[in-house]
C-alpha cells in the first residue's frame, strides 16, 4: 500500500520569505499523480498544484512550485513570497493510475507571520 | 467553479442516534468521496462511490454506511453514533478522467456526545 509522509507537523515563515515544506512517498507504481492541497482555516480544501510522475518538468502555479524527485520518492513545495494568507495546512497526495483513491499524508501546519 | 455543498458545518448528536451528513455537488461528476479528518492523522478515506448506487469502501469503513441515490447526493450515515466518531467530515468529487482533482465540501465538524 501506497504511504505518504509529511515530516514536517508545524512550520514558520515571515513575511516575503520563502519556504519549503516536504513530502515523500512511498510506492512500487512507475505511474501515479501528486498533489499539494492547502486547507486554511475556513476548512475549505483548495488544490494548490499537482504533477504527473512521467513529467520530468517540475510544474509551477505562480508563487508555487515542487521539487519532485522520482528517484527518491521526493514531492516537496517551494512558497515563494509568502503571504498571510499562505497561513494554513497543507497536505501532499498521492494517487496512483487507474485508481480513484488519493493517498493523504498527515499535513504541515504552515504560519506565515508579519 | 464546482461546489460542494455539506449540509452542516458543525454537528452535536448523542451516542447511539443514527445520524446523517449530506452533500450536493453541481457539476456532473461521476465520482464522490468521504473522508474524516483528524488532528495529527490527516485525511482518511471512508467510503466512495463511482457511480449512482455503486460504493466502495475506503479505509476506515467500520461503523458507518453511505447512501447514494441520485448522482449529484452522496450520504454518509453512521448507524449508531459514537464518541469516537467524533470528527471532521469531508466530502469530495471529482470526474474519473486521470488528472482531475477532488473538490471538496467545507467540511462537517461531528461532535458525539
Known amino acids: 500500500a501506497q504511504t505518504v509522509t509529511q515530516s514536517q507537523p508545524e512550520m514558520s515563515v515571515q513575511e516575503a520569505e520563502t519556504v519549503t515544506l516536504s513530502c515523500t512517498y512511498d510506492?512500487?507504481?512507475?505511474?501515479?499523480?501528486l498533489f499539494w492541497y492547502k486547507q486554511p482555516p475556513s476548512r475549505q480544501m483548495i488544490l494548490v498544484i499537482r504533477?504527473?510522475?512521467?513529467?520530468?518538468q517540475n510544474a509551477t502555479e505562480n508563487r508555487f512550485s515542487v521539487n519532485f524527485q522520482k528517484a527518491a520518492k521526493s514531492f516537496s513545495l517551494k512558497i515563494s513570497d509568502s503571504q498571510l494568507g499562505d497561513t494554513a495546512m497543507y497536505f501532499c497526495?498521492?494517487?496512483?493510475?487507474?485508481?480513484?483513491?488519493?493517498?493523504f499524508g498527515k499535513g504541515t501546519k504552515l504560519t506565515v507571520n508579519p | 467553479d464546482v461546489k460542494v455543498t455539506q449540509s452542516s458545518r458543525y454537528l452535536v448528536k448523542r451516542t447511539g442516534e443514527k445520524v446523517f451528513l449530506e452533500c450536493v455537488q453541481d457539476?456532473?461528476?461521476?465520482?464522490m468521496f468521504w473522508y474524516r479528518q483528524d488532528p495529527g492523522l490527516g485525511l482518511r478515506l471512508i467510503y466512495f462511490?463511482?457511480?449512482?448506487?455503486?460504493?466502495e469502501k475506503g479505509d476506515i469503513p467500520e461503523g458507518y454506511s453511505v447512501s447514494r441515490e441520485k448522482k449529484e447526493r452522496f450520504s454518509l450515515i453512521l448507524e449508531s453514533a459514537s464518541t469516537n466518531q467524533t470528527s471532521m467530515y469531508l466530502c469530495?468529487?471529482?470526474?474519473?478522467?486521470?488528472?482531475?482533482?477532488?473538490?471538496f465540501g467545507n467540511g462537517t465538524r461531528l461532535t458525539v456526545t
Open positions: 469530495a468529487s471529482r470526474n474519473p478522467d486521470r488528472y482531475s482533482p477532488l473538490h
Open positions: 510506492t512500487s507504481e512507475n505511474n501515479y499523480y
Open positions: 504533477q504527473e510522475a512521467y513529467k520530468q
Open positions: 497526495a498521492f494517487m496512483k493510475l487507474g485508481s480513484e483513491k488519493l493517498v
Open positions: 457539476m456532473d461528476h461521476e465520482n
Open positions: 462511490s463511482y457511480d449512482v448506487k455503486m460504493k
